[in-house]
T-cell receptor, first 110, second 115 residues
Framework: EDQVTQSPEALRLQEGESSSLNCSYTVSGLRGLFWYRQDPGKGPEFLFTLYSAGEEKEKERLKATLTKKESFLHITAPKPEDSATYLCAVQSNAGNMLTFGGGTRLMVKP | ETGVTQTPRHLVMGMTNKKSLKCEQHLGHNAMYWYKQSAKKPLELMFVYNFKEQTENNSVPSRFSPECPNSSHLFLHLHTLQPEDSALYLC??????????????FGPGTRLTVL
């Protein structure tokens, strides 16, 4: 059974204080690892897809990396508008189902 | 309209009511999904439709009944719900229907409250 664990559950940062969010996973053949951002009361917004260990992707202040066991979402010099819940999910070779982690709620204070 | 849309955005219903949630995707995708998101829980997959055929039913109670008349539309029919069914119901779509790495795009959700 595929499993995804995200840590920490919540993270408070000062504006400009860089940090990383962790996503640990076990999957029977990784087809893709996905990062989403979710604002309160809204649907998840797609950020990145990572396909294989060693891959990195960047978007503005966000950088996602992938190893064989975990993924990190690095946030450089965050701003208050980066406050949201960040979700990680994996797709296995078994099909198109995604297994989601519990998310990390990020709060960036000005 | 662009992306994935859902209606209504908010719904309050009694336990004896019958209602339906609607999802429409404007992306030309071939797979559609229903998820349930409750407080303090990870997103839970409910149903998957690939090319209009239901391919996954994740042990969902029969009071939830999905319908996919074509690749662009997905419905979730609700009847005799319980208060614990109150949640955010999310629809998503993806291009390939599970044949390869398949990014899912989500709608804004329907906030359901069961009294």
């Amino acid at each position: 059974e595929d499993q995804v664990t995200q840590s920490p559950e919540a993270l408070r940062l000062q504006e400009g204080e860089s940090s990383s969010l962790n996503c640990s996973y076990t999957v029977s053949g990784l087809r893709g690892l996905f990062w989403y951002r979710q604002d309160p009361g809204k649907g998840p917004e797609f950020l990145f897809t990572l396909y294989s260990a060693g891959e990195e992707k960047e978007k503005e202040r966000l950088k996602a990396t992938l190893t064989k066991k975990e993924s990190f979402l690095h946030i450089t010099a965050p701003k208050p508008e980066d406050s949201a819940t960040y979700l990680c999910a994996v797709q296995s070779n078994a099909g198109n189902m995604l297994t989601f982690g519990g998310g990390t709620r990020l709060m960036v204070k000005p | 309209e662009t992306g994935v849309t859902q209606t209504p955005r908010h719904l309050v219903m009694g336990m004896t009511n019958k209602k339906s949630l609607k999802c429409e995707q404007h992306l030309g995708h071939n797979a559609m999904y229903w998820y349930k998101q409750s407080a303090k829980k990870p997103l839970e997959l409910m149903f998957v439709y690939n090319f209009k055929e239901q391919t996954e039913n994740n042990s969902v109670p029969s009071r939830f009944s999905p319908e996919c008349p074509n690749s662009s539309h997905l419905f979730l029919h609700l009847h005799t719900l319980q208060p614990e069914d109150s949640a955010l119901y999310l629809c998503a779509s993806s291009q390939y229907g599970g044949r390869t790495t398949d990014t899912q795009y989500f709608g804004p959700g329907t906030r359901l409250t069961v009294l």
